[in-house]
């Protein structure tokens, strides 16, 4: 009887782990027809939590395709790469090479609340795009 139990368990446990790639997206096309695939490793800040006008958080992103484009964008606040010039964030700024993995986001007070940046990911005929919300204090709490 304890034999069973051990096979049903090995059996069930293999099949488990077979099914676990089957089920796995690596790209799937876009509404433009791109293929949508696994170039961001993942994107890293800092603090989550700002104050107005006195707080930055340094974000970076960490992709494993060198020849990539990497673009920007955020709702509220102003996106700096670390070379120092502003990324304006009414349309998506397209940077390349190191200078397009960090950038610095800041807010002034009427940007308190939780904001998005995003960050856009293309090589190729591939992309991806993840983002992550700061919460944004005013500066007077």
């Known amino acids: ?10 059996v069930v446990s293999v099949l488990w782990l077979i ?8 790209s799937q096309p876009n509404d433009a027809g791109e293929e949508v695939g696994n170039l961001i490793d993942s994107i890293h800040v800092n603090t989550r939590v700002i104050k107005a006008f006195t707080d930055s958080a340094y974000i970076t992103v960490y992709t494993h395709n060198n020849d990539s484009r990497i673009s920007w964008e955020a709702d509220h606040g102003v996106l700096t790469s670390l070379s120092g010039s502003t990324i304006n964030v009414d349309s998506v700024t397209s940077l390349s090479g190191t200078e397009a993995t960090s950038v610095i986001y800041s807010a002034c007070e009427a940007c308190t609340g ?13 992309q991806q795009t993840d ?4 919460l944004v204090k005013s500066y007077f709490d």
Do not use: E, F, W, Y
Request: aromatic letters at 0%; hydrophobic letters at 45%.
């Open 114 to 126: 939780r904001n998005t940046v995003t960050c856009t990911v293309v090589a190729g005929d591939m």
């Open 1 to 10: 009887m304890k034999k069973i139990q051990i096979l049903t368990i090995v």
């Open 131 to 134: 983002t992550i919300q700061i």
């Open 19 to 26: 099914s676990i790639p089957a089920c796995k997206k690596d």
